[in-house]
Each structure stands twice: as structure tokens, then as C-alpha cells.
């Protein structure tokens, strides 16, 4: 089957609500990006062939067989990752995941500390050797490494159940999810020599919660404030950052306001949501309010541009894989999942399609672009199936500052080169906080 005919019977199906019915034959792997599997496999250092076939399985979307498919996936890594523990002598999974679980991470990096290289130095590439390679070197640490390794890899299975968010029982494995990472950043923090803590966000009556990393130094730092897209979690962004600890340069990652933790619908308003946090941020005692950035994935990177016209704090924005204009077009439905279709929906808080896309439409910031006084990167695959590259490539051109990166080949925030536009965008962000 073509692309072209899979897009319309995709479109079809999520018009007729007839998804669920085909994803019975076809699989739920045949109606998602083709990036998600490298989203998953990346994040969990799990082989792509392996997690391909298991999104092939899963023959629904429906809440309950949706959530006890992958969350059945998460137990196996779980129970292995308990027995380990056991043996360990460190707390076990139910204190891990129980309500207070989050008060077990210095017992729990105590016991993990020894093989911190398995959660601390994964890379997409390096993610299905580096425990083997690990194992090849420290033998003596093969308890530690294999209950860091199943831990993570059952973190990214919880993370796939609670994907895309917003039902009770999706986001109680998102809550599980976020608990694991709770626990192995905080909990290993003393060994990968940083400052890892969970940070308490009040922002326009919403609560939500990130996650900073600092360096373990004892003077204010340049500081990137980090905000991914649609559904994307702190866990998937800050477990392959961990290996950039030594850079000199803190990081504080929270999720997209309508997402996830949150419970009003993204608009315009969310604006002053993302300045309420560059404000709390800038008091924080670790950071240098004269040296603020701010790097957005995917929908994320809306507002990272939003920002980086609107708040005078920041002094560079990172923009990797954005909606800005010609992503909010009626032509950006074509081909989009009816999951995703509804999980827009609810983001945005519209009723219907014409009303979604007129909410869209007024988060355009195309007029934006010649008023962004500061150095903007923009970063894309050259061959974006989920968002318009042309609107990457735009924003670079109608940014009196604008810098543009895009990698041949690739598809969504340039997923196939996640370790390069990373360490790019890093260096690029040091210099000009420096």
C-alpha cells in the first residue's frame, strides 16, 4: 500500500470512527507515525524490531486494552527489576510505586549507584549495547545494572500506556511512569555528580511538576528551560539528556500546559503560564536569571517562539520541530490518527474539527517572527510527516536571528539524529549564555 492511500484510509477511518474496527486486523503500529516506534525504542534503549512487533500486537486503542497490554509489558521488566532489588537489599518495586514511593530514591541510588552508567549514559545508538557493554566490563555489578536496565525499560513501557493522557487509567501509569524516573534521577543524582530535584510549579491556578538538573556546583548557572509537545513526558526528555550532566549548564524540563499534569485547555492565555514559570525559574537559588534559554520540542517549540518574542528574560530559544503557521492549516488533518485527532481536541479544548482548527489558528506565530530579538536555532528533519518543515524552515528565515538546522532524511525533530541536533543545539545554547 502507498503512502498516499494509507493517509486516506487513515483519514477515513478517523472521520468515520471506524479506527478501532480496523486497528482489530491491521494492528495499532499501522495507524501511528512511523517515528513512534523510534520514540519508544530510543527512550527505553529497546530494540526497534522488538517494539515494532509489539505495536503490531496491540489490536486496540480503547482505554482498558490499551493500558493492560503495555502495562503488562512494564510488569515483566518490573518483576525482573524487583528481584534484583531483593537481592540488593535495596526497596522493592511496591515502595517504589506506592504513594510515598518517591521517598525511597536515596535507598534505591544507593543500591544502583555502582552501575549508574546504564541510566546515566544512554544515547539512542547506544541504548540496546550499553547495558551488555557494561556487563562485558563490571560483572560484579550485574545485579545493579540489570535493575537499572529494567527499570528504565519499564518506565518506557508505562510511559507507551499512558500515552496520549487524559484518562484515569492512562494517567495512572503516567503517574507510575514519572515515579520510576522520580526515583532513579533523584535517587542517582549523587552518583553522576549533579544536583537532580523536583520542582513544585504554580503558574495562572495550575499545578504541575518538573524536574531541574544542575550541576553540583556552588554559584548560579546558565539555565535552559525545557518544554516538550502534545503528549510528550519529563522521563523522555531528560533520560537521554542525562549524559550532558558535565556541560556546565543546568536544565529544567516540564511538560506542555494542556497536557498530562494539567487540566485547562492550551490558547493564547498559555503564554502567561510559560512567563509565570520563566519568573519562579529566574528566583530558583541555582539559577542565573541574566543567562535564561529555552528549548521546545515539537509542539513545545510553539512556545519556545512565543517566547523568545514575548519574555525579555530569555536571551536564546531552541525551536526543534515546531507548529508554527502552516501545520495549523485543514491539510495537517490529512493523514493524523483519529487518537491523535481527539487527543488535539481535548489539548485545545475545542468541541469539534472546524472549532480545533479555529483554536489553532489563533496560535499562529507567523506575525511573530520579524519581532524576536534574540538568537533562535530551529531544528527539523527535512522530511517532517507530522508538522510542516516549511514552517521550521520560516521561522529561521523570519527571525531577524534565526539559524536554521535541518537533517537530510529525517522526519519529525530530526528523531534519526536525536544525539546530534542535541549536542548541537547544546553547544549552540552555551555559547550564547556564556
Not at 159 to 176: E, T
Not at 344 to 372: E, N, R
Not at 399 to 427: N, S, V
Request: include cysteine; glycine fraction near 8%; hydrophobic fraction near 45%.
Amino acid at each position: 500500500m502507498s503512502a498516499l492511500t494509507k493517509d486516506l484510509f487513515v483519514t477515513w477511518c478517523a472521520l468515520t470512527r471506524t479506527t478501532e474496527r480496523a486497528t482489530r486486523r491491521r494492528g495499532a503500529r499501522y495507524f501511528l507515525p512511523a517515528l513512534f516506534v523510534d520514540r519508544f525504542a530510543n527512550m527505553g534503549g529497546i530494540d526497534k524490531d522488538l517494539f515494532a512487533g509489539q505495536l503490531d500486537a496491540c489490536r486496540t486503542f480503547e482505554d482498558d486494552g490499551w493500558v493492560s497490554y503495555w502495562r503488562g509489558l512494564a510488569q515483566t521488566h518490573l518483576d525482573a527489576a524487583d528481584a534484583e532489588l531483593a537481592s540488593l537489599g535495596a526497596p522493592r518495586v511496591a515502595s517504589i510505586l506506592a504513594a510515598d514511593g518517591e521517598a525511597t530514591a536515596p535507598d534505591v541510588g544507593a543500591a544502583l549507584a555502582p552501575a549508574v552508567p546504564v541510566f546515566a549514559d544512554r544515547t539512542p545508538e547506544n541504548g540496546p549495547a550499553l547495558f551488555a557493554d557494561f556487563l562485558a566490563e563490571h560483572p560484579e555489578h550485574r545485579s545493579a545494572a540489570t535493575a537499572v536496565d529494567h527499570l528504565v525499560k519499564a518506565m518506557t513501557y508505562l510511559f507507551a500506556a499512558s500515552w496520549p493522557g487524559w484518562s484515569p487509567a492512562r494517567l495512572r501509569a503516567y503517574d507510575d511512569s514519572r515515579r520510576l524516573l522520580h526515583v532513579l534521577l533523584l535517587g542517582l543524582a549523587p552518583a553522576m555528580n549533579i544536583h537532580a530535584e523536583r520542582i513544585e510549579l504554580n503558574i495562572a491556578g495550575e499545578k504541575a511538576i518538573a524536574y531541574g538538573v544542575f550541576p553540583d556546583v556552588d554559584r548560579p548557572l546558565p539555565t535552559v528551560l525545557v518544554t516538550n509537545g502534545l503528549e510528550g513526558t519529563i522521563q523522555e526528555v531528560l533520560v537521554p539528556a542525562a549524559r550532558l550532566r558535565d556541560r556546565g549548564m543546568a536544565m529544567i524540563a516540564m511538560e506542555m500546559p494542556g497536557t498530562f499534569q494539567y487540566r485547562r485547555p492550551l490558547s493564547t492565555d498559555t503564554d502567561g503560564m510559560y512567563d509565570a514559570v520563566i519568573e519562579q525559574l529566574a528566583a530558583h537559588p541555582r539559577v542565573d536569571a541574566e543567562r535564561l534559554g529555552m528549548l521546545g520540542l515539537s509542539f513545545g517549540a510553539l512556545w519556545s517562539t512565543r517566547m523568545a518574542a514575548r519574555n525579555r528574560r530569555l536571551k536564546a530559544v531552541v525551536a526543534n520541530g515546531g507548529l508554527y503557521h502552516r501545520s495549523f492549516g485543514p491539510a495537517a488533518l490529512f493523514g493524523m490518527p483519529e487518537i491523535m485527532v481527539r487527543t488535539l481536541k481535548q489539548t485545545v479544548g475545542a468541541t469539534w474539527l472546524p472549532d480545533m482548527g479555529h483554536k489553532l489558528d489563533k496560535l499562529s506565530v507567523k506575525k511573530l517572527y520579524p519581532t524576536i530579538p534574540i538568537p533562535v536555532l530551529a531544528i527539523n528533519g527535512d522530511h517532517d510527516t507530522l508538522a510542516s518543515t516549511r514552517d521550521t524552515v520560516d521561522l529561521a528565515q523570519g527571525a531577524p536571528r534565526g539559524e536554521l538546522l535541518l537533517y537530510p532524511d529525517d522526519d519529525h525533530c530530526a528523531m534519526g539524529h536525536y544525539t546530534q541536533w542535541l549536542d548541537h543545539a547544546t553547544d549552540w545554547l552555551q555559547a550564547h549564555l556564556a
